[in-house]
């Protein structure tokens, strides 16, 4: 069983960045893809970004440019790098782990951690 747990949300002023880390208790990590989703209040759980287990990356069209995914493998984790935050960033964010290729639908992953909160005020 994976085990993922998410760190670094908070409260963060329109404009400003927070980076989030997903740990994994996987030892197979390096072969995974991971994911991070959101999901506002009242809102479906959205795709954010994903990093293949060769580091291909997809983003969504609403955080490219301003968000960035990367993995370390080594400690295995995955990071998400948020910068020029909107209040409409505000949301749980999860992250999400399957074998090996990416995927944008939060039905094609196998794991979830249980999130972290963002919250950008304006």
């Known amino acids: 069983q994976v085990q993922l747990v998410e760190s670094g949300g908070g409260l963060v002023q329109a404009g400003g960045s927070l980076r989030l880390s997903c740990a994994a208790s996987?030892?197979?990590?390096?072969?995974?893809?991971m994911g991070w989703f959101r999901q506002a209040p009242g809102k479906e759980r959205e795709f954010v970004a994903a990093i293949s287990w060769t580091s291909s990356i997809t983003y969504a069209d609403s955080v490219k440019g301003r968000f960035t995914i990367s993995r370390d493998n080594a400690k295995n984790t995955v990071y998400l790098q948020m910068n020029s935050l909107k209040p409409e960033d505000t949301a749980v964010y999860y992250c999400a782990a399957r074998y090996r290729r990416v995927a944008v639908s939060t039905s094609e992953y196998n794991y979830w951690g249980q999130g972290t909160q963002v919250t950008v005020s304006s």
């Open positions: 996987e030892r197979t990590f390096s072969s995974s893809a």
